[in-house]
C-alpha cells in the first residue's frame, strides 16, 4: 500500500482523469488529447507555479502523507485507582482542578497558563494579515506566540543604513500589537534565518525594541530550504532582489521582465537561503545574543536526519538555551513545495522517540537537557497529552502552527460576518461578540470595557485554547494526573507492535504485567 497521493491534491488544485495508478499517481490510461488537470498536466502549462499550495497567502497547507506511524497508534492509559498531584478524594480530585500551567527558559522562569504556543508567524501574507489576532489572541491566553523570520527583510517600509535594518514599521506593528494585552504569562518570540542575521535584525529588535527572547532558526518541518513567498509585483521581486534575498526567475534579467509582463510568470518567487549550522559558530552566535540584551536565547530545529538532531540537542545542551522546538515532518505551513511537505523529514512520532532515546543519553551523563517543545501537525488535546508523554520528562510544552492560526481566522471571519450584521441592525459590535463566542461573557468580565478592542481573531483563539485546555483536564484526571509534570510515558500504550518497538512504549497487551501477576498470584 502506498503511503502517498502523487499527481493529484486539492492542495495544488490538481486532480486525475480517471482513478490513478498507486505509486505514480498517473491515470491508469493517459489519454493523448486530456487537457492536464493533474499535476504533470498543470507543469506543462505554469511550470514552476506548479510546485506550491494554492491559493497562496489565503491558505496554510498540511502534509497529507499517511505516515506507518503516528499520535494514533498509541492510546492513553486511565485508571480507576488513586491521584497523583491532588488528594485521593472524589470531592477534591475533580477535572477542572486539573493544573495545565507550564514554564519554560532554563530558569523556568518563562511562565505559561497552558502548555501550547504557535507556529512562526512570520512573513507570509497569511500571517502578516493574522497577526494582531493571533498575537493578542496568544497574550490574553497567557502563552507564546512567534514572530517568524524574514519579518523585517519583508517589511517594504524598512530603514536600512550600510545594510542593517535601522526601522521596520512592520516589525514594531508586530511587537506592540502583543505588548499591548500581554500579562506577564507567555511572551513574544522573534526568530532570525541567515538573512534577518546578516541584516541586524537580532540588534535591532534586541536592543531598539527589547525583545526577550530570540530564536535561532535550523528549520522546520515542512521544509528543508529556507522561507519562501511569492510576490506579485515587479517592484517587489526588485526590491528584495536588492536587499540579497535568491528572487527566482531573477527580477533583472530582460527575459524574466518578459515572461512577467506578457502574463507567462504571475509570480516572483522569493527564497531565504540554507543556513550553515557549525558547532563553534553556534555557540558564538548565542553568546552574542545574550551580550546584546536577550534574556532567553531559543532554538528552532526541523525534521532533519537523526544525526542533526543528535547536534541539536547536544549544542541546545551545551549553550544551555532556554527552549528547543522540534518540528517534524507531516505538518504544514504557509509556503512549502507541496511535494517536499510530504516526502522529506522524519515525522513527529519518530523525531520526538529518538529525542526522547538522545535525552536520556545526555541526562545519564548529567547534562542540562533543554525544555524541549514537539511540533507537527498537532492539532487537539489528546495529541497534546499523546506528544508530552510521549516525550517526558523532557516535553513541556507543544507547538500548535496552522491550528492556532486556524481558530484566530475563524474568529476573524466569524467576528466580522457579525460586525456587519450588527452594524446593518444598528447594534453594537460588542452586544454581537457577546451572542457570538462562547467565551464572549468570561472576557467581557475580565476586560471590562476593553473587551469591544479585543480583534475578534484573538477571542477564538482564545476560546480554542479553552476548549483545549478542559479537554486536556478531562483526559489528565482519567489518568490522574494532577499537573503536567506527572504526566509520563507510563500513561500511553502501544496499539500496535511497531509503535511499542519505535517508542519503547509497552504493546497493550504486554502492559502491567507484573501487577496483574502480583494481584492474580
Ligand atoms: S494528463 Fe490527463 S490522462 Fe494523463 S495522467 Fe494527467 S490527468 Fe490523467
Redesign the pocket.
Known sequence: MSFSKP?RSSATKT????EPAPISG??V???DG?????E??RSAINGRQTIYPQPYGKITAGADKDYPLDYSHFNIQGTCVGAVGVAADSDVATFPSVDCNTSLGADGSIKMDFPVFTGAVGSTYIARVNWEDIAVGAAISGVIVVAGENICGMDKDAEFKNGKIVKSPEMERRVSAYRRWDEGKGGIIVQANVEDTKLGVPEYVIEKLGVEIFELKWGQGAKDIGGEVQLNTMERALQLNDRGYIVLPNPTTPSAKKAFESGGIKEFERHSRLGMVEEEGFYNEVARLRKLGAKYVTLKTGAYRPVDLARAIKFASNAKIDLLTIDGAGGGTGMSPWRMMNEWGIPTVYLECLMYQMCQRLEAQGAYIPPIAIAGGLTLEDHIFKALALGAPYVKAICLGRAIMAAAMVGKTNGKLTADKMEVEGKSVEDGFMSLFAVGAQLKERFGNEFGNLPAGAIGMYSYIERLRQGLQQLMAGARKFRLEYIDRNDLVSLTREASDVSGIPYVMDCDKTEIDRILG
Open positions: 499527481n486532480k486525475t482523469r480517471i498517473m491515470c490510461t493517459c489519454l486530456c487537457p492536464g488537470p493533474c504533470i498536466g
